[in-house]
């Protein structure tokens, strides 16, 4: 397979390995921080992850309540913890306040659905274009459009629905109208896997199957012919081509068929009218029979 370029509707899922916000950030909702106490209350410690809950609150638990944290600077907060704890509840505490992931990351981090302006949306941190990009050139223009407000940032990047890329499955339906069917490429499709979600031949199909596959050249298309027989009763991998974007895979109908079905569309309006005609010269007849007997009863009476 060619290297993956990415388009819409694909769906990318991103996970933000490495986030940490330019100096000076500002605490926001959501934000999770990380905060141990020296000097608390024996039974009732104060030691790992806090949310900055709405309001821009942080809890610390009873008996120590809550302290308003959001639009601080990290060192901001620890501050308010620190002048909180002393003025209420303790004589000296020693307080460290740490970042430990912003609300942001969770925006980031997740899937993605490319949007018919070939752009990913990652919430606050606003929109990146990735239309036409490979998993690793993706990879750098979004760390590049979010270091713009991240220090050093570091994502991974893969594709979690391959949407874009697609094959056809085309069956000819011996005068009963054609089927189209449509299927996302995963990578390893082969013409066996491919006519197996279209749980096989139908009863209107001949073993006549080709593949259609479109080039960069106007009006040129190759034709790779598939060996029905080969592929499936002799396990033969010549013609078991490899399925690639853009490739139609044609299943022709059964002649014989196809003609049974076109002599009974031609013959099927000559029944009806040759029945409308029957029908009518049968009601003539019933309906002229008593006029004639009657006729002839008045020609007695003279």
């Given amino acids: 397979m060619p290297t993956y370029t990415i388009e819409p509707p694909d769906i990318l899922v991103i996970d933000a390995t490495h986030m940490v916000p330019r100096?000076?950030?500002?605490?926001?909702?959501?934000?999770?921080?990380?905060?141990?106490?020296?000097?608390?209350?024996?039974?009732?410690?104060?030691?790992?992850?806090?949310?900055?809950?709405?309001?821009?609150?942080?809890?610390?638990?009873?008996?120590?309540?809550?302290?308003?944290?959001?639009?601080?600077?990290?060192?901001?907060?620890r501050i308010a913890v620190e002048d909180h704890l002393r003025q209420?509840?303790?004589?000296?505490?020693?307080?460290?306040?740490?970042?430990?992931?912003?609300?942001?990351?969770?925006?980031?981090?997740?899937?993605?659905?490319v949007g018919p302006d070939g752009t990913v949306?990652?919430?606050?941190?606003?929109?990146?274009?990735?239309?036409?990009?490979?998993?690793?050139?993706?990879?750098?223009?979004?760390?590049?459009?979010?270091?713009?407000?991240?220090?050093?940032?570091?994502?991974?990047?893969?594709?979690?629905?391959?949407?874009?890329?697609?094959?056809?499955?085309?069956?000819?339906?011996?005068g009963l109208g054609d089927g189209v069917h449509r299927f996302p490429i995963t990578g390893n499709e082969t013409v066996l896997d491919a006519i197996?979600?279209?749980?096989?031949?139908?009863?209107?199909?001949?073993?006549?199957?080709?593949?259609a596959r479109p080039s960069t050249q106007p009006g040129n298309v190759q034709i790779l012919p598939v060996k029905w027989e080969a592929i499936t009763a002799q396990a033969a991998a010549e013609t078991n081509y490899q399925i690639l974007p853009g490739d139609?895979?044609?299943?022709?109908?059964d002649k014989l068929i196809a003609f049974d079905t076109t002599l009974g569309k031609i013959i099927s309006p000559l029944e009806r009218v040759m029945g409308f005609a029957l029908l009518g010269t049968g009601v003539a007849t019933r309906l002229s029979g008593p006029v004639l007997k009657g006729g002839g009863n008045r020609q007695n009476n003279f």
């Fill in 248 to 253: 139609r895979v044609f299943i022709a109908e």
């Fill in 196 to 211: 197996s979600n279209v749980n096989g031949l139908t009863g209107v199909s001949s073993k006549r199957i080709w593949i």
């Fill in 121 to 174: 949306t990652l919430g606050s941190f606003g929109s990146v274009s990735v239309v036409g990009h490979t998993l690793a050139s993706a990879k750098m223009a979004i760390e590049w459009h979010l270091s713009q407000f991240l220090e050093n940032p570091e994502v991974s990047v893969d594709v979690y629905a391959y949407n874009s890329k697609v094959y056809y499955i085309v069956t000819q339906g011996a």
């Fill in 88 to 113: 209420n509840f303790l004589k000296s505490p020693q307080v460290t306040v740490s970042l430990l992931q912003m609300s942001g990351s969770q925006q980031i981090a997740g899937e993605h659905l």
């Fill in 23 to 77: 100096h000076p950030y500002h605490l926001k909702t959501l934000d999770i921080l990380g905060i141990t106490v020296v000097g608390t209350l024996p039974d009732q410690p104060i030691t790992g992850p806090f949310s900055i809950e709405s309001g821009g609150l942080v809890n610390l638990g009873p008996p120590y309540g809550t302290v308003k944290v959001a639009g601080m600077t990290v060192d901001e907060a």
